[in-house]
């Protein structure tokens, strides 16, 4: 009987997390710590190679007590962003003109793809000398690496269309501009937002790799700036703050996805196939 | 009845370049649709019915012959037309009315003379306080009556179906015939419809072409006298069941039909 009943509730709830799940998650990640901080300090291990937990925390505290983070936490977020818009609203449309015209494909589309095979950090520097060492040069580095997963999905998703439903678009005598909009867009609409998805995080990768290579603000820059200074634990709680503008950013696409497309949400008190 | 049949199809061709040569889908096919005239096509997978309605539709090009809608030429897709298939095709992003008025969209008619029409016609299939529900919340059967409405809301004078109830199962399928007639017989509208079910075809139809395949040739039209409304009493009626095993026979003891 217990059995039944276990299976009853998974049924109703297949993905959720129960409390329990949330405990064991967290049981595991204060082992780790724990164990991180034991091991630390039993073997002696300078803090200049590996700093414990417990002075990481000491220092995301003073780093975000001081205030001198949200500076630089600002320049990064807003190479991100921007970034992000220019990378994503150009992969969109090169990819609906890829999509939609056999003569842009034929004339663009292997060598973007070419372009992709060059690691795009390794131009970074160029970005630099070309656009300086303001914004500019990490904003459009940003925009380098989103571009590409943006493209290949909205390319891949304006395709991916049920020929039913051109088919009805065509009976209608739909302009191709109709077919775009009516149908091929709202289905191309998850596999846009995957890539964006993916996009938004390699952004991330993108503001600091350009801050990386020749900057005078932002977290990429302080981070350099701490690793000069031997500041270790001062560095992993930068890489603490990164991480969750990265979770945070994620959460932000989802939560616009859910609200574009709510149609594929599933839905309480459906009515059945 | 004018000398101007719905639709006149004359020595109609299609012919598919694939892998090996050509396929030959439809051979000099030959017949007219009256005003008002529910006529189905019966045949066998491969036979090419399909592929008549898709010609119609505008879908697909005709290889030689020609289709006269109304006594025109028909050059690709036609407002005089409108169309269900065999999946319903609703866009899951559009509620019930925006799906059925998605016509008068795309063809740029004024919304608001349509909107009395199409929530008329949601009232005729039964969909009445599902207006605002997207498509994922209705069954199938419902989604299809949705199409059928969509089909109906730029009042074409000809209605074409391609299987449109091939996917529901057998108690919803009957019920759905039921409406289909109610709905012809309210409407008046010249029907033309695919199926591969001699019973179905049997049931609604003015007259039943019944086509052999490979390539696509229509082998007999069986004109169906039988009163109306039609109910399905009449599936044990004697001359129900002669027609049936008429359309039968023509493709001997092959099972070919489900």
Redesign the interface.
């Known amino acids: 009987m217990a059995t039944r009943d276990d299976d009853a509730d998974e049924s109703l709830e297949p993905q959720g997390w129960t409390r329990r799940d949330v405990a064991i998650s967290a049981a595991g990640l204060a082992v780790f710590l724990g164990a991180w901080e034991l091991a630390v300090r039993a073997l002696d291990v300078p803090a200049v190679v590996l700093p414990p937990p417990s002075s990481v925390l000491t220092s995301l505290v003073s780093i975000i007590r001081s205030g001198a983070v949200f500076w630089h936490l600002g320049v990064t977020l807003t190479e991100i962003l921007a970034g992000f818009a220019v990378g994503a609203s150009a992969a969109f449309v090169l990819g609906a003109l890829i999509a939609q015209f056999r003569i842009v494909d034929r004339l663009l589309y292997p060598y973007i793809v070419a372009f992709q095979a060059v690691p795009k950090v390794a131009i970074a520097p160029l970005l630099v000398i070309w656009f300086g060492f303001g914004l500019e040069s990490k904003i459009l580095m940003t925009a380098v690496i989103a571009f590409f997963p943006i493209l290949v999905n909205t390319v891949v998703g304006l395709r991916t269309v049920e020929q039913d439903r051109i088919d009805l678009m065509v009976a209608l005598k739909a302009s191709r501009w109709q077919v775009f909009r009516y149908v091929r867009l709202p289905t191309a609409l998850p596999f846009i937002f995957a890539g964006l998805d993916v996009g938004i995080v390699l952004s991330v990768i993108g503001a600091i790799v350009g801050e990386f290579v020749g900057a005078n603000a932002g977290l990429g820059y302080l981070l350099l700036v701490y690793n000069n200074d031997l500041r270790i634990a001062a560095m992993f709680a930068l890489l603490i703050i990164l991480a969750a503008l990265g979770i945070i950013l994620h959460g932000v696409v989802q939560f616009v996805q859910r609200r574009v497309m709510f149609w594929s949400a599933p839905r309480a008190g459906s009515g059945g196939p | 009845m004018t000398a101007r049949p719905a639709v006149a199809v004359a020595s109609l061709d299609k012919a598919y370049a694939a892998r090996g040569g050509r396929i030959q889908a439809l051979r000099d096919v030959s017949f007219d649709v009256g005003h008002g005239e529910f006529v189905s096509v019966v045949g066998p997978s491969g036979c090419g019915k399909s592929t008549i309605l898709?010609i119609l539709?505008?879908?697909v090009r005709k290889s030689g012959g020609a289709i006269a809608v109304d006594g025109e030429p028909l050059a690709?897709?036609s407002?005089k037309?409108g169309?269900v298939?065999q999946?319903p095709?609703l866009?899951?992003?559009r509620t019930v009315y925006e799906n059925v008025v998605?016509?008068v969209?795309?063809?740029r008619q004024p919304l608001a003379p349509a909107r009395e029409r199409a929530l008329g016609l949601i009232r005729l299939v039964g969909l009445e306080g599902f207006e605002t529900?997207?498509p994922?919340?209705?069954?199938?059967g419902?989604q299809q009556r949705v199409a059928i409405c969509r089909a109906l809301v730029t009042d074409p004078a000809i209605l074409l179906m391609d299987e449109p109830f091939g996917a529901l199962d057998a108690m919803t399928r009957e019920h759905m015939n039921l409406e289909l007639q109610r709905i012809w017989m309210e409407s008046r509208k010249t029907v033309f419809l695919i199926t591969h079910s001699i019973q179905e075809a049997v049931f609604l139809s003015d007259r039943v072409i019944v086509m052999t395949s490979r390539p696509g040739r229509i082998d007999e039209i069986v004109p169906i006298d039988l009163p109306r409304p039609r109910s399905f009493d009449l599936l044990t009626d004697a001359r129900f069941g002669a027609y049936a095993r008429h359309i039968r026979a023509k493709f001997g003891s092959q099972a070919m039909f489900a």
């Open positions: 898709k539709a505008g879908i690709g897709p407002d037309i169309i298939f999946s095709v866009l899951p992003w998605l016509p969209e795309v063809r529900r997207y994922a919340e209705l069954s199938g419902m």
